[in-house]
């Protein structure tokens, strides 16, 4: 069994439940077993978080904070890294560069899972940050899966609303309009939708006709895995 190195604090209630939905689904594949579980919280300032969030600025700003936190897991005996934050993944590279144990990508995990299910269109929603850099869009064109995004005057609306769960409001509104633009994918053909922002989960969106898939819960699902086998 191996032990997982999770970088966190980059919005404490998604690490949290990252943390839960590993411990439990590993007592479901093993009940004898419990996993080797390693948090780092990444000491963040807060106004980095909330540039990169409303405004895609200053994401550099991040990389000596998440390769220090990367390091300090490997040193503490983590045998792979993950981390439930999608727009981070921008510095995957970076973060692989600077250990030498595997760092599992949210991102190609996705893409295998879409792959696997023979999902063809996807709509994707994220924080800008994510949207611009293409973090999903450049995977999935490599791999040949058609994707849609919200415009542009949906995507300043998410940003609002991914800054509130940020620092903890949780708004009934904010999940109606969710549910609205996820809506809008309908006429645009998308097979399901990816939820590409590890806070969107907690708002629970559901929608009657169009599949919702969290990519925090599928990354958390190749993380066990990971452990496992």
Same mark, same amino acid.
């Not at 995004?149 to 904010?174: E, R, S």
């Not at 629970?204 to 895995?225: C, G, N, Q, S, W």
């Given at each position: 069994m191996?032990t997982?190195?999770?970088?966190?604090?980059?919005?404490?209630?998604?690490?949290? @439940?990252?943390? /839960?939905? !590993? #411990?439990?689904?590993?007592?479901k594949k093993s009940?004898?077993?419990? *996993?080797?579980? #390693?948090?780092?919280?990444?000491?963040? *300032?807060?106004?980095? @978080?909330?540039?990169? !969030?409303t405004e895609?600025t200053?994401?550099?700003?991040?990389?000596?904070? =998440? #390769?220090?936190?990367?390091?300090r897991?490997?040193? +503490?005996? &983590?045998?792979?890294?993950?981390? *439930?934050?999608n727009?981070?993944?921008?510095f995957?590279?970076?973060?692989?560069? +600077?250990v030498?144990?595997?760092v /599992?990508? !949210?991102?190609? @995990?996705?893409? %295998?899972?879409?792959q696997?299910?023979?999902? %063809?269109?996807v709509?994707?929603?994220?924080?800008? &940050?994510?949207?611009?850099?293409k973090?999903?869009?450049t995977?999935?064109?490599?791999?040949?899966?058609?994707?849609?995004t919200? $415009?542009?005057f949906?995507? &300043?609306?998410?940003?609002?609303?991914?800054?509130?769960?940020?620092?903890?409001q949780q708004? $009934?509104?904010?999940?109606?309009? =969710? !549910?609205n633009i996820?809506?809008?994918?309908? $006429? %645009?053909?998308?097979?399901?939708?990816? /939820? +590409?922002c590890?806070?969107?989960? =907690?708002?629970?969106? %559901?929608?009657?006709?169009l599949?919702i898939?969290?990519?925090?819960?599928?990354?958390?699902?190749?993380?066990? @895995?990971? #452990?496992l086998?």
């Amino acid at each position: 069994m191996k032990t997982v190195g999770i970088i966190g604090g980059l919005g404490p209630e998604t690490t949290s @439940e990252f943390y /839960l939905d !590993i #411990i439990f689904s590993c007592q479901k594949k093993s009940k004898t077993s419990r *996993p080797g579980i #390693i948090i780092s919280s990444v000491p963040l *300032p807060y106004e980095i @978080e909330e540039d990169l !969030i409303t405004e895609n600025t200053g994401s550099e700003r991040y990389i000596p904070f =998440l #390769i220090a936190e990367a390091q300090r897991l490997e040193k +503490a005996g &983590a045998d792979f890294l993950v981390m *439930p934050c999608n727009s981070l993944h921008v510095f995957i590279d970076e973060i692989r560069s +600077a250990v030498k144990v595997p760092v /599992l990508s !949210i991102v190609e @995990e996705t893409v %295998k899972f879409l792959q696997k299910n023979k999902f %063809k269109k996807v709509g994707i929603v994220s924080t800008s &940050a994510t949207i611009e850099n293409k973090l999903y869009e450049t995977a999935f064109e490599k791999d040949r899966i058609a994707y849609e995004t919200p $415009n542009d005057f949906q995507q &300043a609306k998410m940003g609002k609303f991914i800054l509130n769960l940020v620092t903890g409001q949780q708004k $009934n509104q904010d999940r109606e309009e =969710l !549910i609205n633009i996820i809506s809008d994918f309908e $006429n %645009k053909n998308v097979d399901c939708v990816a /939820l +590409a922002c590890t806070d969107l989960q =907690l708002l629970i969106p %559901k929608h009657p006709t169009l599949k919702i898939f969290d990519t925090m819960r599928i990354l958390a699902d190749a993380t066990v @895995e990971k #452990i496992l086998y």
